[in-house]
């Protein structure tokens, strides 16, 4: 058991699921504290207005994700696509998390407890 704050994700660009070894203050074993869901709108008029659209929702969908990771002092991060990447240019953007240590993988579809092994195995627990 380590007493460093540790948190996985799994996510592609419909949803993320965030698991954490901690409660912002104690230590303990993963669990799964939460899903986050990328809520596109649709039907729009114009290009620029979807992309605007587009740039927003993601941002709404990161924001999510970020109010679940708070304390956290490293971060794994799976998933299909660049997805990935575009969260952890977001979080190091944010005074927050400028200095969270974040690994970066890839993964097809995950459950729950497929992440909770995954996250187990990439902090060696």
């Known amino acids: 058991m380590t007493n460093k704050k540790l948190a996985g ?3 592609d660009t419909e949803k993320a699921i965030i ?3 901690h409660d912002g203050q104690e230590t303990s074993e993963f669990t799964v504290c939460g899903t986050a869901k990328h809520e596109k ?3 729009n008029s114009s290009e620029n ?3 605007n659209s ?8 990161f924001k999510e994700i970020d ?8 971060l794994y991060i799976t998933g299909p696509g660049t997805v990935q990447e575009e969260l952890k240019s977001y979080l190091l953007d944010t ?10 993988d890839t993964a097809q579809q995950m459950g729950e407890n ?12």
């Open 9 to 11: 994700i799994w996510l």
């Open 19 to 21: 698991a954490k070894n």
């Open 41 to 43: 709108q649709h039907g």
């Open 49 to 51: 207005t979807a992309n």
């Open 54 to 61: 587009e740039i927003t929702t993601k941002t709404k969908f």
């Open 67 to 74: 109010k679940m990771l708070e304390n956290t002092e490293e």
């Open 95 to 104: 005074a927050q998390f400028k200095n969270l240590k974040i690994s970066l």
């Open 114 to 125: 497929q992440l909770l092994d995954a996250v187990n195995s990439h902090f060696g627990l």
